[in-house]
């Protein structure tokens, strides 16, 4: 470290939706060099800080040039689209929205291809949710639901469960039990107190009898009944217990579990206490759905196309990409994190990339404007896996700022007029 290194204390990584705290982040030379307490994943969030700053596709260079295209492309278009995608600060991301509202586009996010299920199951059924802190203080047994955190979610079991301390559990791991649900090839981890193992076509009739199990009844054969016995009655000694699963499971996503894990941590609080823990992946997603909810009523897929938001999720962007209903796609954010499906079905469709690195192309697109990557080179906030709000400090300085280029973006869409 040289004598002008600085070190900047207690940084938020945002790796993945563990949203860590704790990072002191050494800059030297204008460059990270080091991101301490951060696991290899954020470690590689963060990289060495730097980025490209270009604008391309424009007449000239310059920025209000490349707006007034991106403006005149989308008033021009029958049926636009504005696309969250990831390393957006919640301030960003509302500007996009403000954006999608003046044009009367179709607003989505990354959540409607990789998360929506477990949001609309959540939407039917209500949610026993917790807070991490809640998680980290009360929870004595932990139940990890096809899901193994170290590989996605490196630092989960080190800062929430099962590893730290808590008020009610002074002995730490000691304190709790750890159940690992394997179901086929998704493994809970592999250094779990108790461990049960399913197929993935037994999985519905497993949790359904688990339900019933909890309210004293008993459905399916014997040798579900066996294992299912045995974890409900962990799960009904458990002071307060806590179901992990992972909300971005890759497709296909199992048919009704997110359905079943809500009910089954509702009618764990029949008799004793416990909720569900969603986990979600990185770059503030459980931000775009907050500030969605907040702006329009709705966490995705909402269309503006009639003046007011109306909520589309059964007609999100794919299949509105696959019909050809988009002509002209604003996508705003890390276009590299976008699910390669969007990226694919952009395809043929006319877009604008505003986000960090757009320049280097990661979707096809006619004009590329660079910005910084949020809680790397700007401020604001962001939202943890258990919608925590965090605030985000600008570590390096931004290409240029996602929220006031959006801004002004705005500015340009209404110098040209309503759309025809
Ligand atoms: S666990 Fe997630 S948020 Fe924490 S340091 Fe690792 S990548 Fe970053």
């Given at each position: 470290m040289s004598g002008a290194a600085r070190i900047e204390e207690n940084a938020t990584c945002l790796?993945?939706?563990?949203?860590?705290?704790?990072i002191a982040v050494v800059i030297d030379g204008g460059r990270i060099t080091e991101a301490r307490n951060a696991c290899a994943l954020g470690v590689r969030w963060f990289g060495d800080g730097s980025l490209p700053g270009a604008v391309l596709g424009g007449r000239t260079a310059a920025i209000e040039d490349a707006l007034g295209e991106i403006a005149t492309m989308l008033r021009a278009a029958r049926a636009p689209l504005v696309y969250l995608a990831p390393d957006l600060t919640s301030e960003a991301q509302r500007a996009a929205i403000a954006v999608a509202d003046q044009l009367r586009a179709f607003l989505d996010s990354f959540t409607s291809s990789t998360a929506g299920e477990g949001i609309l199951a959540a939407q039917r059924r209500g949610r026993a949710s917790a807070t991490l802190g809640e998680i980290r203080n009360r929870a004595d047994v932990i139940v990890f639901w096809a899901v193994d955190?170290?590989?996605?979610?490196?630092?989960f079991q080190t800062r929430y469960a099962p590893i730290p301390v808590g008020i009610h559990l002074p002995n730490g791991r000691k304190d709790r039990t750890v159940i690992a649900v394997d179901v086929g090839g998704q493994r809970g981890p592999d250094d779990a107190d108790v461990r049960i193992q399913m197929t993935a076509e037994e999985e519905p009739l497993f949790l359904a009898s688990l339900r019933a199990s909890l309210a004293g009844r008993t459905v399916g054969d014997a040798p579900i009944v066996a294992r299912v016995t045995e974890l409900a009655t962990r799960l009904n000694r458990a002071k307060y217990a806590v179901i992990v699963t992972d909300?971005?499971?890759?497709?296909?996503?199992?048919?009704?579990r997110a359905d079943a894990l809500i009910a089954l941590s509702q009618s764990l609080n029949a008799t004793t206490r416990g909720s569900l823990c969603t986990l979600r992946a990185g770059g503030n997603r459980n931000g775009a759905d907050t500030t969605l909810t907040w702006q329009t009523g709705f966490p995705m897929a909402v269309d503006f196309s009639r003046g007011v938001p109306r909520y589309q999720p059964e007609d999100a962007t794919l299949p509105r990409l696959a019909r050809g209903a988009i002509d002209a796609a604003l996508v705003v954010g890390a276009a590299s994190a976008i699910p390669e499906n969007v990226v694919k079905a952009l395809g043929g469709v006319r877009t604008a990339v505003i986000g960090p690195?757009?320049?280097?192309?990661?979707i096809s697109a006619s004009i590329r404007i660079d910005t910084g990557v949020a809680g790397i080179h700007e401020s604001g906030i962001a939202f943890r896996l258990d919608d925590l709000p965090l605030p985000l400090r600008a570590l390096l300085p931004t290409p240029r700022d996602t929220a006031s280029l959006l801004k002004a973006l705005g500015t340009a869409i209404a110098a040209q007029g309503a759309r025809a």
């Open positions: 790796g993945c939706g563990c949203a860590c705290d704790d955190p170290a590989a996605s979610y490196p630092r909300a971005e499971s890759p497709p296909p996503v199992p048919n009704g690195r757009a320049s280097e192309g990661a």
